[in-house]
């Protein structure tokens, strides 16, 4: 085998619930994921060592080293297999750097599956799910895909069945927002309000939304309890919402961390008519249209392979 690729989607989550902070500093949380069809590309080959190049969303921003969330699935599938982690790793990324849409997470599951059908692993997926669970809360979604509930701090799974396909229009800041950073924004701010964390659980409308295929009331059900948080420091989203609710989206809310904004739109052609009302607002960079659930990683007829693929990072 000379090399193998695997697209991997984007997540929104339609609600984020964050409890208490857990003994061991992670939040507990509840949250409902769901796989839009933004995707990035992991191709892996065999090298002489593990080196990884980036094209497209965050090329030059994305990091090369032992940082980047592939680089690290990739030492620990071969540390776990016994083999030699010699491959060259190339990303093509379509979701956004940074924007609350686990795209370092879904590098990491791609990583793992295209790095254990090139070695012949036969790793099972749900082995690959638990190992993807320790470079990252988010990863083993971006592997499951589909519309999942995720309680503990977010990587035990339960699929969620939904019916019909939804669209979504993702507003796409400049620069991103730092996880850890919201996250404590979001204590900070129920420190000062002095009120009792609550205890997060799934909400029972949006669930039935999602049984029901009802755009309408799924919009009116979305929840993030990390947008105060996000919008604290990134003040302009507020905008970024209201121009895309003034649009006619049936919901709108700050995907995960942020500052990707995410509105739910009745059909295909609302969903163009609110990214091009985003758009003319100016107050976001791009937008992206998108339709959810989509499956997880999997792995897909190698590209061809691209010129800028030969400049390698990592040593
Ligand atoms: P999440 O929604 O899981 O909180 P996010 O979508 O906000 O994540 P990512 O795109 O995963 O954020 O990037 C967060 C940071 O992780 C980036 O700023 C980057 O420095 C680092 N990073 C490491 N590996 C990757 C990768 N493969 N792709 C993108 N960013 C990566």
């Not at 921003?61 to 969330?69: A, F, G, K, T």
């Not at 204590?187 to 205890?199: F, I, K, Q, T, Y």
Request: hydrophobic share 45%.
């Amino acid at each position: 085998m000379t090399s193998v690729t695997v697209l991997v989607p984007a997540k929104v989550n339609l609600q984020l619930a964050v409890g208490a902070v857990r003994p061991d500093g992670y939040h507990e949380l509840v949250s409902v994921f769901h796989a839009v069809s933004l995707f990035d590309e992991v191709t892996v080959r065999p090298a002489d060592r593990l080196t990884v190049t980036v094209e497209g969303e965050g090329e030059g921003v994305v990091p090369l080293d032992r940082s980047n969330l592939a680089v690290r699935a990739v030492e620990l599938l071969a540390d776990r297999l016994g083999q030699r982690p010699d491959v060259h790793v190339h990303l093509r990324k379509g979701i956004p750097v940074a924007g609350g849409m686990a795209g370092g997470s879904a590098d990491a599951a791609a990583a793992l599956l295209a790095c254990d059908t090139l070695w012949r692993g036969a790793t099972p997926r749900e082995m690959l799910r638990r190992l993807g669970a320790e470079l990252g809360s988010d990863v083993p979604f971006s592997d499951l895909g589909g519309t999942a509930i995720g309680t503990g701090r977010g990587e035990r799974l339960a699929a969620v069945p939904s019916v019909g396909r939804f669209h979504w229009v993702f507003a796409l800041a400049d620069g991103g927002l730092s996880t850890p950073a919201v996250y404590g924004e979001c204590d900070r701010l129920r420190e000062v309000a002095g009120e009792p964390v609550p205890v997060p659980a799934p909400r029972e409308e949006l669930v039935a939304a999602l049984r029901a295929g009802d755009a309408a009331a799924l919009g009116a059900a979305m929840s993030n309890d990390l947008q105060p948080a996000a919008l604290s420091l990134r003040p302009a989203l507020r905008d970024t919402l209201d121009a895309g609710r003034a649009a006619g989206a049936l919901g709108a809310l700050v995907s995960g961390s942020g500052p990707t904004c995410a509105f739910l739109a009745a059909d295909e052609a609302a969903a163009k008519t609110v990214a091009v009302a985003l758009e003319e607002s100016g107050t976001c960079r791009t937008t992206r249209v998108a339709y959810g659930p989509v499956g997880g990683a999997k792995v897909v007829p190698t590209p061809r392979l691209r010129t800028n693929e030969s400049t390698p990072g990592v040593g």
